[in-house]
């Protein structure tokens, strides 16, 4: 037994010595030490500025958003209801997994870059941009089976005896047929743009040619 404690002892002392070996002015474990006190810091970092952008504040920040969007979403039902529950700009257009969120947050370096052109920063311009800015968030929310819908609204928890008869029907319908919340929900926080009927039947049809069994 004594035989075997040995060769392990020898390893731990050798692992040690090279810790504690200097390096030109600093040892290896100091180096380790101050490298781990660095990632913490920079780690913690990077989370709070990734939580200050993910606030409605931050979002109306651009007058672009401000005067047009987040008009549009004032006195809406996400915006205001008998229960007080809010869904914010981030809740409905970040998403919550990390992973995800990152993929997003570097989507939106081409943001950064549209608003420094200018591109919507009248509300003609906007207009102008309204459709097709539209479509890149049915889209992301059709691949994404309306994941951001879906951290407060779920099939599964749905009491339909509770809703009224229309919805009833419809809801029932969109789960029979594997529907997303976004097939049937355009235009519930933000003003439909013009065209939204064409473009709508013209990504429900291309939609369903891409992914026909």
């Known amino acids: 037994m004594n ?4 060769p392990k002892k020898g390893l731990l002392l050798q692992a040690w010595s090279l810790l504690l070996k200097p390096t030109g002015r600093w040892s290896l ?24 952008t993910n606030t409605e504040a931050f979002c109306i920040s651009c007058h672009e958003m401000r005067d047009n969007v987040y008009r549009e979403y004032r006195g809406t039902i996400h915006d205001s209801n008998r229960s007080g529950v809010r869904a914010t700009c981030p809740d409905c257009h970040v998403p919550k997994p990390w992973f995800y969120k990152i993929k997003r947050k570097i989507q939106a370096s ?13 509300r003609e311009k906007f207009e102008g941009k309204r459709l097709e800015l539209a479509k890149h968030e049915w889209t992301r929310m059709k691949e994404t089976d309306s994941r951001e819908c879906r951290n407060c609204h779920s099939f599964s928890s749905f009491d339909l005896s509770r809703q009224q008869k229309r919805a009833q029907i419809r ?14 929900h355009k235009g519930v926080a933000h003003k439909l743009p013009a065209g939204a009927f064409n ?13 026909k069994k």
């Not at 913490?40 to 970092?45: D, E, H, L, N």
């Not at 809801?171 to 049937?184: L, P, S």
Request: glycine share 12%.
């Open 29 to 52: 474990g100091a180096i380790l030490v101050v490298g781990f006190g660095a990632g913490v810091f920079f780690w913690g970092g990077f989370n709070t500025a990734m939580e200050l």
């Open 171 to 184: 809801h029932d319908e969109a789960m029979d047929e594997g529907k997303t919340c976004i097939d049937c």
């Open 110 to 122: 081409n943001e950064v870059l549209h608003k420094v052109l200018g591109t919507i920063d009248t």
């Open 199 to 211: 473009a709508e039947r013209e990504m429900n049809e291309t939609w369903n040619a891409a992914h």
């Open 3 to 6: 035989m075997d404690t040995k």
